[in-house]
């Protein structure tokens, strides 16, 4: 799945509702590549879903958030506490 735009108090209602079909399974990788702003209420949306996921055994990847994501995720310490993140991948030559 990917989020695209911004994952806030305005759009995070949504944004479960899209998520929620995907929580049936195990394990749910997220594109980030095109979400520019996430906050509180976002980041809220993607701990729950991390916390559901491990308690069935699954887990969640974020995958290549942008710079303004990642710096929020880096602050928060999600990585350092077991969160899965991978980088963006480095442009072609």
Same mark, same amino acid.
């Given at each position: ?11 995070? /209602?949504?944004?479960?509702? !899209?998520?929620?079909? !995907? ?55 999600? /990585? ?14």
């Amino acid at each position: 799945m990917r989020l695209v735009g911004e994952l806030d108090i305005s759009t995070v /209602e949504d944004a479960a509702r !899209a998520l929620a079909a !995907a929580a049936s399974r195990t394990n749910i990788s997220l594109d980030l590549s095109e979400l520019t702003f996430i906050d509180s209420s976002g980041v809220r949306l993607l701990l729950s879903l991390i916390r559901d996921q491990r308690s069935k055994g699954g887990d969640l990847v974020l995958h290549a958030p942008t710079q303004t994501v990642r710096h929020v995720f880096d602050i928060l310490g999600l /990585e350092a506490n077991g969160v899965a993140i991978t980088p963006p991948m480095d442009p072609a030559p």
